[in-house]
């Protein structure tokens, strides 16, 4: 994540937390995400960079004349600094500083096989037990595991894989000889 996008998300919930509209702002900001995805129109105006931020402004406000006040000055000062192309990274890194702010841990868990929605549940809440933390989880799969778990959290990463065993026993052995 760029620096830039870090700035502009963090200005942004500073705002919405001074006014205790986190939550509204970032499901509003994340509608507007969507709509770019979905409406070729809108996406264009905000990808072209032939286009002159002043007529992307004018469509972005236009396009947002009844909306959240706080929002839509965001994403008009967004449009003039020529950074709205990067709204989709500015979302998502709003939604990293939410979920910082509410103690949330995004974990990423990558099994051999597909886990039940009963064993996910029991995973999160063994780890939300281990760290202290409310855990909002992403489910992977990845038949080269062979059984066990990868877990991504961050910069940290707990590999109970079997691949992982034997490519730890691997190195062992190639290191004793």
């Known amino acids: 994540m760029a620096v830039v996008h870090r700035v502009y998300a963090q200005a942004l919930y500073d705002a919405a937390a001074e006014r205790g509209r986190v939550d509204q702002v970032r499901d509003d900001l994340a509608s507007f995400v969507q709509a770019s ?65 509410e103690g949330i841990l995004d974990v990423e868990l990558t099994t051999a096989v597909d886990l039940s929605d009963e064993e996910e549940r029991d995973l999160v809440s063994r780890i939300e037990k281990a760290s202290g933390r409310k855990v909002e989880a992403t489910r992977n799969v990845d038949p080269d595991l062979i059984g066990g778990i990868v877990l991504q959290a961050g910069s940290l990463r707990l590999d109970a894989s079997v691949r992982g065993r034997l490519n730890r026993l691997r190195q062992n052995l190639a290191q004793r000889r």
């Open 37 to 101: 995805h979905e409406v070729p129109e809108l996406r264009e105006l905000l990808r072209n960079p032939r286009l002159e931020p002043g007529a992307k402004r004018a469509g972005v406000e236009e396009l947002l004349g009844g909306s959240d006040e706080l929002l839509r000055n965001f994403l008009l000062l967004v449009v003039e600094k020529g950074r709205a192309a990067e709204i989709d990274e500015i979302a998502r890194e709003l939604d990293r500083i939410v979920a910082e702010a």
